[in-house]
């Protein structure tokens, strides 16, 4: 059972990432999944979640209208697309199913700075 991010990196304010998650061990397509990050010196944010089927989302209010989750069941894979990023935007991500048993994957740097 395992979750894998990758994406991350270093961006400019303004520019846009897409981060994703691999999922492996379990069915995927049966869990609501989420994305959380921690920046430096913060505490955990959630900061968008997706139903098991990708019908419904939700977002944070801080990343609303700027980022973007989906998912490919057939892939195991969740996504996060995030444009106009900006400094405030600095953490790690991480994927998580949450209220399971499915442990945290490393997470992914996302810098944004000029």
């Known amino acids: 059972v395992q979750l894998v991010e990758s994406g991350g990196g270093l961006v400019q304010p303004g520019g846009s990432l897409r981060l994703s998650c691999t999922a492996s061990g379990f069915t995927f397509g049966s869990y609501s999944m989420s994305w959380a990050r921690q920046a430096p010196g913060k505490g955990l944010e959630w900061v968008s979640g997706?139903?098991?089927?990708?019908?419904?989302?939700y977002y944070a209010d801080s990343v609303k209208g700027r980022f973007t989750i989906s998912r490919d069941n057939a892939k195991n894979t969740l996504y996060l697309q995030m444009n106009s990023l900006k400094s405030e935007d600095t953490a790690v991500y991480y994927c998580?199913?949450?209220?399971?048993?499915?442990?945290w994957g490393q997470g992914t740097q996302v810098t944004v700075s000029s």
């Open positions: 997706i139903w098991s089927d990708g019908s419904d989302t």
């Open positions: 998580n199913a949450p209220n399971s048993q499915v442990p």
